[in-house]
């Protein structure tokens, strides 16, 4: 395992442990720096973005994401996110996308619930995730 990886599987381990975003961001941004075609980086990186009040920065890194990794619901999500927070339009494309992603991989779809609880938890009065979360598993 290369050093990298080393560092994003300590950093996900940090992260359940409890670890704060804002403590978290700078290992990501590094990161996604030494590794900027990391999709599973970049998706996690955007949404401690997201955790940290920081949507223009997590749009921008959520749009890298899904073009690399497509398959991720994640990054459809935290897009999703983003596009609500800073005021874009179009975000029902990425919702469908997560939405197809979800139900054709059950993994993933429990692993996207388990962020919504994790995201509101972390960030409680965060209206948009409510708002995402509703729409993908409520709809």
Do not use: H
């Amino acid at each position: 395992m290369n050093a990298v990886q080393e560092l994003f599987d300590q950093s996900i381990q940090r992260y359940e442990a409890g670890e704060a975003a804002d403590v978290l961001l700078p290992v990501f941004r590094e990161i996604a720096e030494k590794q900027p075609k990391n999709g599973p980086a970049l998706t996690c990186l955007a949404w401690l973005y997201l955790l940290n009040s920081e949507a223009p920065k997590a749009l921008k890194v959520a749009k890298q994401a899904t073009k690399l990794a497509p398959a991720d619901a994640q990054a459809y999500v935290n897009l999703s996110l983003a596009m609500l927070e800073t005021g874009q339009k179009g975000v029902r494309e990425p919702i469908e996308r997560a939405q197809q992603v979800c139900q054709l991989d059950p993994k993933q779809a429990e692993e996207v619930r388990k962020n919504f609880e994790e995201g509101l938890k972390r960030r409680p009065e965060w209206k948009e995730l409510t708002k995402v979360r509703n729409w993908l598993f409520e709809s």
